[in-house]
């Protein structure tokens, strides 16, 4: 995990998140599916479950690199900005 | 002694065993009736019951003593004896079964005769201080006395007796002095008349086995353990004997006190997600003692040592009875009107949303608020505050349960009733600890335990269940903390590589792609027990034997804790469970299932209540348009469709400054949350926090604003227990701060100008009903007609719901899922080489914020770290040593207990007392999907100190100001001495 996750003292920034999203990719992952199929399955829980802020936080650190995220974790990443996009353009 | 208000029929309904595969699933004697003659009487009565309560059912009172419907007919006293015609003598009526046609006399000359024979013998043992005696007005010995007529005692006092201290100078060798040793009851045993129906409540009742009938003849007598006081012996203060008791032998040391009540209103136990109902026995607004509900559908009259003792605290000297601001929190606290309060606390919400912006503030509800209450708060945080940001403390319990079983059963709650484990044959307890947690349903499991149902533990700590009198767990699979995921696959991959699948129940009731999936995963040889002892820790035998024990012993039936979900992994192993629940059929019908033990009494029905950030009440997505919809038209506001922020979320959002103002009822996230030191820089961030609780609790210290609370005997409303039975909380007393505190919600949410104007919370009910389909068909009125309802209870099923599942999931088809095993992130290290896990004990509840007030201390006055003694000696450390924890995320000083109860190589704390500083140590992992906190493992060093730590120096310095700011406020706030 690089130091620029950090944010603060007593604050875990975006690394915290970043453990978050490669937990849900890790459940997502299991019985070898591979990163693509995991990642629909990942984008759906944090579209599902985490405020729109951490979602949007998270998207803006991958952005920055992503550094630490796995596999599935990126991809949903992309997968939830791409669907966030279109919702808003379709508003 | 029984209820002031409770009739007593002699002797149980009458009940059908059954034991083992084949009489489970043969039909019950249903409905069964016979007819016979009492006293001239046709009358008619269920099947194998005695003659004894079928003259009661039908109003004829034969005189009994030793004869209570709490338990089995034991025939001793022969007080209850009849005649029958055809039969020889003078039979019991207690143990003596009806028979079709038979023709029962209750009185007679000769049977009076008789009968005040016995009374004469007993009276002549027994102290003749009626009119100061504690049982005077309830006492069975006096009313029996008068029911045969007794009018003397020829035998006199000179002779041998359990009376009298001296006699003729002399000490009396067979007088024993009162036991006060229990805060709670006194025994005195100069008023005992050797029923034994204190040994028998504790045996079959609460299955202890404490209490015993020492020595024989006339030197017989009630003993504890072995002739111990109460407090010395195993005892575990449940009451059942205090209960049982005819006479004023064991009495209730507040009904010594306030002497005897003179009305009783049913209520709903306050404590853990048993849900017990109780009688509160009343003399005026003043509570003279708790009486566990013989009708009872989640106790049948049974109870702890805190739903029937520790109400202390809502009297306690520390409760905060008026409103109180400040501006800082450095600041002293000041009494306040309630308008200023509220008015103080509406504007500083509103003046943080318009400076930070509308999703900047929120709220939090709690598992020891009433449905009503939680439903209020999560509509004042949705339309009120305008965002989703509420939650509620099962985030940090059993939102993995919530989670884990909507995948797969499609419905966040257990399956069964308790009585459905009477129907089982083999339990499994997973991470549970029944008898500490959950003590009045662990007495049922225990009592089907004794009938011959078979046992598995998998725990990493040896808890009581694992070998107790009568009882011994087939298999105690012992595993490391941490690796619940691999050992639920490894017993998987038992079942689906030894054919042991009910392949029927998957093919007509689950959904076949997933099963074939999941099939494939689990029989993979990396899940085998064998492999997977490495990780488990637990020998591949007792695993293989333990899962086909389970897949092939008749009904199983699955009971978990806080052991599965409080894990990164918790709602992976929830999935787990009932994967293997689904693939061996043991679903859908009494005596199996899956069974989450709520810890909390009100856990189940918090979450119902729409408390998570995600989720309308029954448990719908807020981005569901047409759920949303419904709730737009009903509240008149337009709401979010996004979700809100997670506890542990709203804690780093603090600390970025985007969520200033939080609103908390009855929760004290300050000492149950983990990593406290980030809990509390996150409430330090905060610019206004409002508490509403019965007490200065930790989270408080960091408030703005106090709100003072009711407690359950202040109050109208509903709890739903871990069976999702709603029952009633009924209001005892009016509240001591002057509002319920449903109203002071309904005060604040009309301050942030949002009209609400409830009357009673019957009426909250009503709006839960029409907008939540699972509780269409709950009203206040219905649950007093039914005495409580287990939801789903709609048109569909009209008194509820007992067994879901039962000819279909909800979902439909049942899912499985693959659950990889994926080692949590906290490791063990040279520098941290051990293992902590938490949990509770009997005598204490949760944060102990009620608990820690009332005399219930004396059982437990502090936490204790639990070491092995071979991790103890390579420490250095004796039992009662202190010991420093380190985790990475603090550090702590608890006493050691030196015990082989955990295993080397980890240990185990409670986490009842703030300064103990349990969670200073925990760490914020969490579970990957419902961020619930990994509070069962930690990786820890343990050293010998000589001090507290540095945490706990400031711990104490910081609470010693707070109580310095609270003074201040003058004498005024605190309840009366």
Request: charge should be negative.
């Amino acid at each position: 995990m690089s130091e620029s996750a950090h944010q603060g003292p007593g604050h875990k920034g975006a690394a915290h998140l970043v453990e978050m999203a490669n937990d849900i990719a890790a459940f997502f992952s299991g019985a070898g599916h591979a990163p693509a199929a995991a990642a629909d399955g990942v984008a759906d829980h944090l579209r599902k479950f985490w405020d729109p802020r951490m979602r949007r936080k998270l998207i803006a650190y991958g952005h920055q690199g992503g550094a630490g995220l796995s596999d599935a974790a990126r991809l949903a990443l992309v997968k939830l900005e791409a669907a966030t996009a279109s919702a808003n353009a379709a508003e | 002694m029984r209820s002031i208000v409770e009739q007593d029929l002699g002797t149980p309904a009458p009940k059908f065993r059954n034991v083992g595969r084949t009489t489970t699933t043969a039909p019950a004697a249903a409905n069964k009736t016979v007819m016979l003659t009492i006293d001239g009487r046709e009358v008619e009565v269920a099947e194998g019951s005695s003659v004894l309560r079928a003259a009661a059912l039908n109003g004829i009172h034969i005189p009994k003593l030793c004869a209570t419907e709490q338990l089995d007919a034991f025939g001793s006293c022969r007080l209850c004896l009849v005649q029958i015609e055809g039969m020889k003598g003078y039979p019991a009526s207690c143990t003596t079964p009806v028979a079709a046609g038979m023709k029962v006399s209750t009185q007679n000359d000769k049977l009076a005769a008789l009968r005040r024979g016995v009374m004469e013998l007993y009276i002549s043992d027994h102290p003749l201080d009626c009119l100061t005696c504690p049982a005077n007005g309830h006492c069975e010995l006096q009313d029996m006395a008068g029911a045969v007529g007794l009018r003397e005692v020829r035998y006199g006092y000179d002779g041998a007796n359990h009376v009298y201290a001296k006699q003729q100078g002399e000490d009396n060798a067979l007088f024993v002095g009162k036991d006060e040793s229990n805060p709670y009851f006194t025994f005195d045993a100069s008023k005992c008349i050797v029923c034994s129906r204190c040994v028998r409540a504790c045996d079959e009742q609460q299955g202890t086995l404490a209490l015993t009938i020492q020595s024989r003849g006339f030197a017989s007598k009630v003993a504890a353990s072995q002739d111990e006081t109460f407090m010395q012996s195993e005892c575990v203060s449940c009451g059942a004997c205090v209960q049982a008791c005819p006479t004023a032998t064991l009495s209730e040391k507040t009904l010594i006190d306030k002497g005897q009540a003179e009305h009783s209103r049913i209520t709903t136990c306050a404590y853990c997600g048993v849900g017990c109902s109780f009688r509160a026995e009343m003399k005026g607004e003043e509570v003279v003692r708790m009486v566990p509900n013989q009708d009872g559908h989640a106790n049948h009259g049974h109870s702890c040592v805190k739903g029937r003792f520790a109400i202390g605290y809502a009297t306690h000297s520390d409760r905060i009875m008026k409103p109180m601001i400040r501006a800082k929190i450095s600041d002293p606290w000041r009494e306040v009107s309630w308008e200023e309060a509220i008015a103080y606390a509406a504007s500083e919400f509103k003046r943080i949303q318009a400076k930070y912006g509308v999703d900047s503030i929120g709220g939090i509800t709690s598992s020891r608020c009433t449905n009503e209450e939680t439903y209020l708060v999560q509509k004042l945080v949705r339309a009120a505050f305008g965002n989703n940001n509420v939650d509620t403390c099962a985030r940090v319990c059993h939102s993995p349960t919530g989670y884990g079983l909507k995948q797969t059963l499609g419905e966040s709650a257990g399956t069964q009733n308790f009585d459905s484990v009477m129907h089982a044959d083999v339990i499994v307890v997973i991470g549970a600890n029944p008898t500490d947690g959950h003590p009045v349903f662990a007495s049922q499991m225990k009592r089907r335990l004794r009938q011959g149902a078979r046992l598995i533990v998998a725990d990493p700590r040896r808890i009581d269940l694992v070998r107790t009198p009568h009882i011994a767990a087939d298999h105690h699979l012992q595993l490391r903390p941490g690796t619940n995921v691999a050992l639920i696959n490894s017993l998987a991959h038992v079942v689906v590589t030894e054919g042991l699948v009910d392949e029927a129940f998957v093919r007509a009731r689950c959904e076949s792609a997933s099963f074939e999936q999941w099939r494939e995963f689990v029989a993979d040889a990396h899940n085998s027990p064998e492999q997977m002892e490495a990780v488990t820790g637990v020998p591949a035998v007792e695993v293989r034997a333990a899962a086909r024990l389970y897949a092939t012993g008749g009904n199983g039936a699955i009971y978990y804790g806080l052991g599965v979900t409080e894990h990164s992994q918790g709602s992976t192993m929830v999935m787990g469970i009932a994967n293997l629940a689904m693939a061996t059929g043991n679903i859908g019908r009494e005596g199996v299932g899956v069974n989450p033990l709520r810890g909390q009494n009100n856990v189940q029905g918090s979450c119902d209540m729409g408390s998570f950030p995600h989720e309308f009440p029954g448990y719908r997505h807020v981005s569901d348009d047409a759920t949303r919809l419904l709730f737009e038209n009903a509240w008149q506001v337009t709401l979010q469709n996004e979700p809100g922020l997670r506890i542990p979320n709203m804690f780093e959002a603090a600390l970025d400054r985007e969520f200033l103002g939080l609103y908390v009822e009855g929760e004290d996230i300050a000492q149950s949350d983990p990593n406290t030191q980030h809990v509390t820089a996150a409430l330090s961030a905060m610019e206004c926090v409002v508490v509403q609780d019965l007490f200065l609790n930790e989270t408080a210290k960091f408030a703005h604003v106090f709100l003072p609370g009711s407690s359950f005997l202040e109050k109208d409303g509903t709890f739903t227990n871990a069976e999702r039975r709603i029952s009633r909380v009924r209001k005892v007393m009016h509240p001591k701060s002057g509002y319920a505190d449903w109203e002071i919600t309904q005060l604040l949410a009309n301050a942030m100008g949002y009209a609400m104007n409830y009357a009673h919370p019957s009426e909250i009910m009503d709006e839960i009903a029409r907008l939540t389909p699972t509780f269409a068909g709950v009203s206040f009125a219905r649950i007093d007609e039914l005495g409580s309802i287990q939801w789903p209870c709609n048109d569909a099923h009209p008194d509820g719901t007992p067994t879901m599942h039962i000819d279909e999931f909800v979902r439909g088809k049942g899912r499985f899922l693959v659950t990889e095993y994926v080692p949590t992130r906290e490791k063990v290290n040279a520098k941290f080489p051990l293992i902590l896990t938490t949990g509770r004990i009997l005598s204490q509840y949760n944060v102990g914020a009620q608990t820690r007030r009332t005399f219930n201390n004396q059982w437990h006055d502090e936490d204790r770290v639990e070491i092995h003694p071979h991790d103890a000696e390579e420490r250095g450390i004796a039992d009662g040593d202190w010991v420093g924890i380190a985790s990475r995320a603090g550090d702590t000083v608890l006493r050691a207990q030196v015990t082989e109860r955990v295993q080397p190589g980890v240990v185990y704390t409670t986490f009842h007392f703030p300064e103990s500083g349990a969670n200073v140590i925990t760490t914020e992992n969490s579970d990957w999907a419902t961020n619930c906190p990994e509070y069962k493992v930690t990786a820890v060093q343990c050293t010998r100190v000589s001090q507290p730590s540095d945490w706990q120096k400031r711990f104490r310095a910081f609470s010693d100001l707070q109580q310095d700011l609270l003074n201040k406020a003058g004498a005024d706030v605190f309840a009366a001495k």
